[in-house]
């Protein structure tokens, strides 16, 4: 493998910049366990702001903001209604069922569902059918290439969802990418949901952490239940100032991330062994005849010194992050090209 390899595995291998290091260094702390730490308090009041939610809540990672929102909406015997492929379903080591005592529950495709595919799935209630305690949404579709779903059908779900009097959760651990390629704001993209996650290190770049936002209450009870999750905080400042870094500095710099996203969709779509899948946002797909394809085109690849990621889609995915400039884009052109040209 070259000694230069470029990492296109996913965006969570991006690391802080010599900027956000130098924040980290200067951040003011205190007990977070108590309030006390001023850059903690000062993120999560930016992102609630940012979000359109009247609270937020800093935790160690997206599966601990994820969980902290099923078990707050939750009662144990519940369904959580999800698309095909969604993070929380296959990605996050049945913590809904261990945690909660919630199952999680497919509907839809991996490019999300409809409505009318969740009021089918309500209806089945009536048939011993477990309640759906939870309505489940991804923006952007980690697993179908990064796509945004639209808010125009998120929103026709979160209305269906409220006639039904079920919570809406939103994992928005790449809602920084869908709000920078549909023009719509953040608070836009939230509007739909009574509790958000987002990520800090996937396209922001930072070592660690997410947020849940929601209303005050939720927050409040999802801060509570954080501690028996294992994600109390003391000086987290130090993290919390990767994230105030990020806010002023990584956000409409995505659009670089989705620029090159389409660059290598350009530049290795005329290859005839496979299928190049149009990107919305910072992820390319590349579909071929078969998943053993995938898999063994990944070595070869590696070899050249290109990372990536197979999935069971027979796709090769690619995922631009803050760690790939133009001529690491070009370069793996080049490289792949030598593969499989």
């Not at 549909?182 to 947020?211: R, T």
Request: charge should be negative; aromatic fraction near 4%; glycine fraction near 8%.
């Amino acid at each position: 493998m070259s000694a230069q390899a470029i990492d296109l595995r996913s965006d969570t291998v991006s690391k802080p910049t010599v900027a956000m290091r130098e924040a980290m260094a200067r951040a003011a702390v205190g007990d977070d366990c108590y309030g006390d730490d001023p850059s903690v308090n000062e993120l999560e009041r930016r992102v609630a702001q940012l979000l359109g939610k009247p609270a937020a809540l800093f935790v160690p990672s997206g599966t601990m903001a994820n969980q902290l929102a099923v078990a707050t909406h939750t009662r144990p015997g519940d369904a959580l209604a999800c698309m095909v492929e969604a993070h929380v379903q296959v990605h996050e080591d049945a913590s809904p069922a261990r945690l909660s005592g919630v199952q999680a529950m497919e509907i839809g495709d991996r490019h999300g569902f409809s409505a009318a595919d969740l009021d089918e799935r309500i209806s089945e209630e009536r048939w011993g059918w477990p309640r759906v305690g939870l309505v489940w949404l991804e923006n952007t579709l980690g697993l179908a290439g990064g796509r945004v779903w639209p808010l125009a059908q998120m929103q026709a779900i979160a209305e269906l969802a409220r006639t039904h009097a079920r919570p809406l959760h939103l994992d928005g651990a790449r809602l920084w990418n869908a709000h920078v390629a549909s023009g719509c704001s953040m608070a836009e993209l939230a509007s739909v949901a009574d509790s958000v996650s987002v990520c800090l290190s996937k396209g922001l770049g930072c070592p660690v952490g997410s947020l849940l936002c929601g209303e005050l209450e939720f927050v409040a009870r999802a801060r509570a239940s954080r501690h028996a999750f294992g994600g109390a905080l003391r000086q987290a400042g130090i993290l919390a100032a990767a994230g105030l870094h990020a806010l002023d500095h990584h956000v409409e710099r995505l659009r670089d991330d989705h620029r090159r996203a389409r660059r290598l969709w350009q530049g290795l779509s005329d290859l005839s062994c496979w299928r190049a899948i149009e990107p919305e946002t910072n992820i390319a797909l590349f579909e071929l005849p078969d998943r053993g394809d995938a898999d063994l085109l990944c070595a070869p690849l590696r070899e050249a010194g290109v990372l990536c990621y197979p999935n069971k889609y027979a796709e090769i995915r690619l995922v631009v992050h803050l760690g790939v400039d133009d001529n690491a884009i070009e370069q793996a052109i080049e490289w792949i090209r030598s593969v499989l040209g």
